[in-house]
């Protein structure tokens, strides 16, 4: 019997292979998503950004999938989907401990740096709950026609002159799919890297990093100070030391995701390959973490990742794209890896909406771009990484990320996407030039001056103003202010702070 022959084979069903599927069918595309595990499965990688769930949402508008909108905010995740959990994400809070001296952290202004994404919980960010998530996202796909099949044990990819074969079995019975064009969603290291085989560069300067985590239940809130600009708890919560740092990520279903990802040297001090016993004694020797998490079960044994960095040698091919999560990875300390997965989705459905896709040079822009993007993203990673022990510098330097986010986010708002190009804005002259210099300048007392001016064109957040003492709100004035930096008139900016429902009242700061 012939073999089923698709458009488009997508292997991996994480959200984005199956939002790619979905994005594929409206196009008119015949689609077959293949995943060797099944749904619901534990997966890591849970929290949003503003700059993510604004990707998804151009993405579901453009490519008319009304039914994913409600997930890219928490008011409307709540009203359309509360079956599927999710966890509040008000901000990104930072907390610096020393694990040689160990302290408590979340009384001290000085040794904390919150940073709010929205002014209310209605529209707010999220933590994708990705077991619940990613099978909304295939069943979905399969209401869009998407032929789906789980278990699935593929072996090596056949490419011949007009068609790519795709052989294995599923359970016992062997299995045979012929493709235009296939897309590999399936993770750092995955189907096509290990099968084709691809090899992996290098990411210059970037410390390799090793990661443990579980998700856990019975996890207490650590509450904050009064007049901070939204419950602490409530955000991507990390806790920085020398060296690396933990995660903290609730969700409302009780469960926590939290991990610690570290350098190489701190991984091998704190022995992380030991599962358990190693998060025990690191949660120990932190009197704040000791007592958010003195009840708290992990759900399944630690899983430890020996490697996280990851870049691929080659990211396209005839007939073949990684998705940006399949092409590299870095950390997930700024929660890149949705916005970095997001933009790619968006390149390659481009590429299938122009009719691209066997185009080597529209491909080879395709593979440009995102190993452009995971660069950048190494590049301010790194730097983060060797200011962990100086938390005044590293609080300089987040403000570069903070300010290429929400300035990005909020010229692609107004419609003026074209002056945030890049992610990151690496393809802003200006910009990238500058957050090169500033990332890499030498940590001394006027660094935090010098990446005030730095970012100042493209400030729209109030951020490095050393009044604010750390704590950063969502501010609609600040952003009034700013208006002619994002090409638009203050009252341009007061009509998409109403779209966007920014019209919740403003905290008072102390
Ligand atoms: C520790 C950690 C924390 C992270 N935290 C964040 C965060 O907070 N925010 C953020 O934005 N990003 C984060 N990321 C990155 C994030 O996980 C990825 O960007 C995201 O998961 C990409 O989704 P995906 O659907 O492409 O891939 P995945 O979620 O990895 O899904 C891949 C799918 O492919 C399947 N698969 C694998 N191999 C095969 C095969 N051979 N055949 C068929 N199927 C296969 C897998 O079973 C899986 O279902 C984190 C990553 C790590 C490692």
Redesign the pocket.
Known sequence: MRPQRFDIAI???????SLLAMIARRLGRSVVL????SHP?I??????TPL?NLLLEELVDRYDLPQLRPFCKWGSWQKAYPEVACGLKRGFTFYHHDLDRPAPAVHDRERQLLVAASPADEIADTHWY?ADVDAHFVSSAVDCGVTYLDH?Q?DSPEFDRDVVRLSGRRGREPVTFEADFVVD???PR??LHSSLPLTERDLPGYPRTH?L?SHFRGVERLGGEDGAPYPVDDA?VHHVFDRGWIWVLRFNNGVTSA?VAATEELAGELRLSEGAPAWQRLIAALPDLRRQFAHAQPLYEFRY?PN?SFRSGQITGERWAL?P??AG?VD?LL????PL?LFGIERLAQLMETGKLHDPGALSMYAEQTDQDLLATAHLTAALYSSMNDFQTFTARTMLYFAAASYSESARRLGNAHLAPGFLLRKHLVFSRRMRELAEAPPDANLAQEIREGIQPFNVAGLSNPARRNWYPALAEDLIESAHKLGATEDEVVAMLKRCGFNAPQPVLQ
Not at 34 to 37: A, F, N, P, S
Not at 43 to 48: A, D, L
Not at 335 to 338: D, L, M, Q, R, V
């Open positions: 292997i991996g069903s994480g959200f984005a292979g293949l995943e060797k595990g499965r997966v890591i990688g849970e929290s949003s993510a990705r699935v593929l969603a399936s993770g995955g189907f990661a985590y991507a991990g990742i996280l998705l999560s399949a990875f997930p929660s890149t890896g949705f997965t």
